[in-house]
């Protein structure tokens, strides 16, 4: 492996925006699929405003997208993709449903992998589906993205979600690996993962040793770097350093 890297991949791993049970307490008790939330509207403008961060504030752009099946992170994934894909960045916009954009700027595919803890851990058992159903369509899911954003070529690394219930240590590697796995298939493209806290916890602790993180807020993200080597015709990759999280709560061995 060459010294000098040929370029560096980014990715940035991030939690969905304000769910709405957990600021009307009664939803779960009327809903059809009290297991899958959507986002309140302040969840869609916390979104949409760290769109417009990733936009202006990030020293690299993002090129992909991939969300979780959840309906919270796809309606985030959406409002952070309008963000992204603005033709001009305008100050009055405050959600995905004003700006004309550009679909040619970025490309979004729904990843099972990215998927909610699926045990008792996350969902309440008096709120997942009695008869194993999940009832995910991915079709409709992919309808509420951006127009012409959504990768319709691209192969997903989980063809199904994981099955209930999924150990608790069993999810975490999943976290672990699918970051790996999406950056390996996309070595030349930096990724934006819109997940779940779990998923944004396990990534900064995973590739942070020494760190414990105990919340992550709505829209909470953790930025990865690695470098990325010519060799040969292919790309060799390094190991990820993690190089800033946002609104990640946690406690570090190196400052104890």
């Known amino acids: 492996m060459e010294s000098t890297p040929e370029f560096y991949q980014n990715v940035v ?6 769910r709405i049970d957990n600021f009307d307490h009664s939803w779960v008790s009327t809903a059809a699929r009290p297991w899958d939330p959507p986002l309140v509207q302040q ?10 961060i990733f936009r202006n504030n990030l020293s690299f752009p993002l090129h992909r997208v991939f969300v979780s099946p959840f309906l919270r992170c796809v309606q985030t994934a959406a409002e952070v993709v309008s963000a ?3 033709v001009s960045d305008s100050p009055d916009a405050l959600t995905g449903d004003a700006p004309p ?23 309440r058992l008096d709120v997942a589906p009695k008869d194993g159903n999940w009832g995910f369509d ?3 899911r992919q309808a509420m993205l951006p127009p012409g954003t959504v990768d319709e070529n691209a192969v997903k690394i989980y063809k199904e979600l994981p099955r ?24 030349t493209e930096n990724l934006l993962l819109v997940t779940h806290g779990e ?29 990325i080597f010519k060799k040969d ?6 190991e990820f350093e993690v190089t800033g999280q946002t609104a990640v709560n946690f406690i570090s061995s190196e400052i104890l």
């Open 199 to 227: 998923g944004v916890g396990v990534a900064l602790s995973s590739f942070k040793k020494g760190t414990t993180v105990y919340e992550v807020d709505y829209c909470g993200y953790v930025e990865l770097r690695r470098p």
């Open 101 to 123: 954009i550009d679909p040619s700027k970025i490309k979004v595919s729904v990843e099972y992998g990215l998927c909610e803890m699926m045990s008792r851990e996350a969902i």
């Open 13 to 18: 791993v991030m939690r969905h925006g304000d």
């Open 43 to 52: 969840g869609r403008l916390r979104a949409f405003k760290t769109g417009q």
């Open 138 to 140: 991915i079709s409709e």
């Open 164 to 187: 209930w219930e999924e150990p608790v240590l069993q999810t975490k590697a999943r976290y672990q690996h699918i970051v790996k796995d999406l950056a390996d298939k996309h070595p």
């Open 84 to 86: 992204l894909s603005a």
């Open 233 to 238: 015709q292919s790309f060799v990759a390094g």
